[in-house]
C-alpha cells in the first residue's frame, strides 16, 4: 500500500523560508519520481520540483534558485525535502506531494499542506 506522509508548510514572510517533507512507503523507489505540486485558489495544480530516483531534480522556472529538493531512499521509505528559500506571495497554495511511478505514469498523491506567503 502506497502511503506518503506530508510535514512541514505553514506561514512565512516574502523574503523568508519553509521547508516541506514527504515520506513515501510502498513504492518502488527506484522506478518512482517523489515531488511537490501546488495549487492555488482559481487555479491549476503545478509541478513545482521533482526528484528522479536517482535523485536528479527538476524545477518550475518560477522556483528556480529559491527551493531545492533533495531526496534519500532508505530501505523502506523515501523522503523527499523541498527547501523554499526567498518566498514570495505567489508561492502561496496547497502543496501536494506526489509520487509517480516511471514506468506505469501512475500518480499517488498528499493530502496537502498548506503554504502561506503574506506579511
Known amino acids: 500500500q502506497v502511503k506518503l506522509v506530508e510535514s512541514g508548510g505553514g506561514l512565512a514572510q516574502p523574503g523568508g523560508s519553509l521547508q516541506l517533507s514527504c515520506t513515501a512507503s510502498?513504492?518502488?523507489?527506484?522506478?518512482?519520481?517523489i515531488g511537490w505540486y501546488r495549487q492555488a485558489p482559481g487555479r491549476q495544480r503545478e509541478l513545482v520540483a521533482v526528484?528522479?530516483?536517482?535523485?536528479?531534480?527538476?524545477?518550475n522556472d518560477s522556483v528556480k534558485g529559491r527551493f531545492t529538493i533533495s531526496r534519500d531512499n532508505a530501505s523502506l521509505r523515501s523522503t523527499v525535502v523541498l527547501q523554499m528559500n526567498n518566498l514570495k506571495p505567489e508561492d502561496t497554495a496547497v502543496y501536494y506531494c506526489?509520487?509517480?511511478?516511471?514506468?506505469?505514469?501512475?500518480?499517488?498523491w498528499g493530502q496537502g499542506t498548506q503554504v502561506t506567503v503574506s506579511s
Open positions: 510502498g513504492v518502488s523507489f527506484g522506478l518512482t519520481d
Open positions: 526528484a528522479t530516483p536517482r535523485a536528479s531534480a527538476n524545477y
Open positions: 506526489n509520487a509517480r511511478n516511471v514506468v506505469s505514469q501512475l500518480p499517488y
